[in-house]
């Protein structure tokens, strides 16, 4: 089946439309490249054709972006040579003598904003799914069809920099602003809109705003200003990625190379660069997880029909209450219950400012706002639950409490209805002990903050009716996230493997570890934030209480916890929540400032002399226990396959995206050398670090998570 069709109107104008096969949305791949010249090549022979539209057949999408499963297979020197092919079809569009108009209307992602550059004109939809952005960089690969060379002189370093180095998106109005499209229309009539644009330029009567302007005068590209952004982008980008993640740095080199030397020596810097990038294993891991969280998304085979929710419970007004309710506004009604008018006033205020920002940045349209904002009911009665499809429970982490709520739900919802408790720990079957109907209590562990956190666990009890958890997981992946469909058991899977990763940073501090050191090496290992300064985040208190509960679960592989967090919390520190922890937090901090370590946890740590551990080691003990622990997981059949540890561990715990995740790590280490380290560790330090049963059977036997 074609990617394309041609399409000749009785004025004069050619219609290429984009309607990728058996996708909802439209990918550049290499069939489409070589459907597309031959096309072209028609369009300029035929003489009753003036100029061209480019379209798209589908719904909400201009062009997504390419085929990744064609990009992960390429090697280094078959990406350079795709890229070239790809600057040859698109320095054709730009130079036709018949003008082309890009309609762009919803997603113009990656090499759609590519294609959509290259065109004379740009005409887009003023509404909410009209998205464009770069987010290549995203992937580990930087725009390789001109995007680094046709962007800049377009809308200037400023603006294309954080576009580039960042896949900032960008919507329709700001677009315009920003001179990455020449006007905008409504959906309807796209096509005719651009048809009439496309016939006056090849008429002369029209001519886009930025051609009156001579490239050399146009500001924020001249060599003083353009030396010192790239410097201070340089500086940003290393603070950010450490240099861990090469895209960002090449993306930079490109954007230089075409600015000195011209769009002819940049294309061909991005051409190299591009294949050495696709070629690179930082670029194989995150495409790899970029594919693993769109598998996620989709129905397992076999599984049951989800129950539609038509309408929504949230039991607790806090923040993960508040945060499950915006995530779920978009879906249709919903009940928002806490028993303290006060916290319900303050959510519901915080919700409407969060709809107002959006509205206000062109991602919700005016209706939609309001018809989300009127679907919100903050009550302190239970009866209001009455009628709801589903009731997610966000109340604090006492078990007590929570079969409290449940109760009270059963009273007044349907029988078949489906309740899910949001716990971070607590063993769903506990919770479901004493209810009516224990089979439609599920697990539904949110992350905070919910809105931007992408991953959700669904916990699975022993007899779990099937529909309940397909409702779960179904209603997750409608709110936006990656869903994993995990066990219930201790901790489940991503505390659980978290808990020793914390637990052994506080049992290096009890070894005279230096605080900033010991973050410092796993800033450098990858990880988004240090141990140390994670504890404060999650907070003292529920890393005490969860460390102490996983401990005694796992006491007889030499789990046992450092009693130092709990001394911390019974001397009343909480972490940042409370402005007391392992970090001062003082009301004003300079942005980009040290944070700076709070004198007083010294005297629970043995004093303020500390010793200097090697870098690598702080790492290992902490990376690998990890590691070990989602094997060990995979082997008791908590998490269904490797690819969801490694997107459970990526989005749920900030395990480096470059590194793929534990098991992709695994693989790139060797099972036989993770053994190796681990037993030397485990002689070292304790059975605590003795290799799972599985990874020791597959350094046996040589064998890979991924074959």
Request: hydrophobic content about 45%; aromatic content about 6%; some cysteine.
């Amino acid at each position: 089946m074609k990617s394309l069709s041609l399409l000749r109107r009785k004025d004069g104008v050619a219609v290429l439309l984009f309607d990728t096969p058996k996708l909802p949305v439209n990918v550049l791949s290499r069939a489409l490249v070589d459907e597309v010249s031959p096309l072209m090549e028609e369009i300029e022979k035929d003489e009753t054709v003036v100029a061209c539209v480019l379209a798209s057949a589908k719904a909400d999408s201009f062009i997504a972006g390419a085929n990744l499963d064609e990009v992960v297979a390429m090697s280094a020197a078959g990406a350079e040579a795709v890229s070239r092919a790809a600057h040859a079809w698109l320095d054709r569009i730009e130079a036709s003598p018949k003008p082309v108009v890009a309609a762009i209307h919803g997603a113009a992602l990656g090499g759609g904003l590519e294609v959509a550059l290259a065109c004379r004109y740009r005409l887009a939809t003023d509404h909410p799914k009209t998205v464009l952005a770069f987010p290549e960089v995203m992937l580990g690969v930087l725009p390789g069809a001109g995007g680094t060379q046709r962007l800049v002189p377009l809308v200037g370093l400023t603006r294309a920099l954080p576009m580039l180095l960042a896949g900032k998106r960008i919507r329709a109005r700001q677009a315009l602003r920003y001179g990455l499209v020449d006007a905008l229309t409504s959906p309807g009539g796209l096509v005719e809109t651009a048809a009439r644009a496309a016939l006056a330029l090849a008429k002369g009567e029209l001519v886009p705003d930025r051609d009156k302007v001579p490239l050399a005068d146009r500001p924020l590209v001249v060599a003083p200003f353009r030396s010192f952004a790239l410097g201070k982008a340089r500086q940003a980008v290393m603070r950010k990625t450490r240099g861990l993640y090469p895209a960002p740095l090449e993306i930079l080199a490109c954007v230089e190379k075409g600015l000195e030397s011209g769009r002819a020596a940049g294309l061909e810097e991005e051409a190299v660069r591009f294949g050495q990038l696709v070629g690179s294993p930082e670029a194989k891991n995150l495409i790899r997880l970029f594919a693993a969280m769109t598998d996620l998304k989709k129905a397992p085979k076999g599984e049951a029909a989800p129950r539609p929710v038509r309408k929504l419970g949230v039991l607790g007004a806090g923040l993960m209450g508040e945060g499950i309710a915006a995530v779920s506004l978009p879906l249709g009604p919903v009940v928002l219950r806490d028993v303290n008018e006060e916290t319900l006033t303050r959510a519901a205020r915080s919700l409407r400012r969060g709809l107002d920002r959006r509205f206000k940045s062109g991602a919700l349209a005016r209706v939609e706002r309001d018809r989300q904002w009127y679907g919100l009911t903050p009550t302190s009665r239970p009866e209001a639950l009455a009628g709801a499809d589903l009731v997610i429970e966000a109340v604090f982490e006492d078990l007590g409490l929570k079969r409290k709520v449940l109760a009270e739900a059963e009273a007044v919802i349907a029988d078949d209805a489906v309740f899910a408790s949001n716990t971070s720990a607590l063993p769903i079957r506990e919770i479901a002990a004493k209810a009516k109907r224990p089979e439609r209590v599920v697990g539904m562990h949110y992350f905070s903050p919910v809105p931007k956190m992408p991953l959700l666990e669904v916990v699975v009890p022993e007899g779990a009716a099937p529909r309940a958890v397909a409702t779960a997981r179904a209603f997750g992946v409608a709110q936006g996230k990656t869903v994993i469909v995990v066990k219930d058991g201790p901790g489940f899977y991503t505390t659980r493997i978290l808990a020793p990763y914390i637990n052994e940073a506080v049992t290096l501090l009890d070894e005279k570890a230096d605080i900033r050191e010991l973050d410092e090496a796993l800033l450098a290992f990858g990880f988004p934030v240090g141990p140390v300064a994670l504890l404060d985040e999650v907070g003292i208190d529920v890393a005490a209480h969860v460390s102490t509960d996983l401990g005694k679960a796992f006491e007889a592989r030499g789990t046992s916890p450092s009693p130092t967090l709990k001394r911390l919390f019974d001397a009343g520190f909480v972490g940042r929540k409370g402005a007391k922890g392992f970090y001062l937090y003082p009301k004003e901090r300079k942005p980009g400032a040290p944070k700076e370590v709070d004198p007083a946890v010294w005297a629970f740590l043995g004093g303020e002399t500390r010793r200097s551990f090697p870098a690598e080691d702080l790492a290992d003990r902490l990376a690998l226990l990890m590691v070990n622990e989602a094997v060990w997981c995979l082997d008791e059949g908590i998490i269904a396959s490797a690819r969801d540890g490694d997107a459970g561990a990526v989005l749920g715990l900030g395990f480096p995206p470059f590194r793929g995740g534990p098991f992709r790590y695994a693989d790139a280490v060797g099972a036989r050398s993770l053994v190796e380290r681990l037993t030397e560790l485990a002689d070292a330090h304790g059975a605590r670090f003795k290799p799972a049963p599985l990874l020791s059977a597959m350094a046996k036997k040589g064998k890979l998570f991924y074959p």
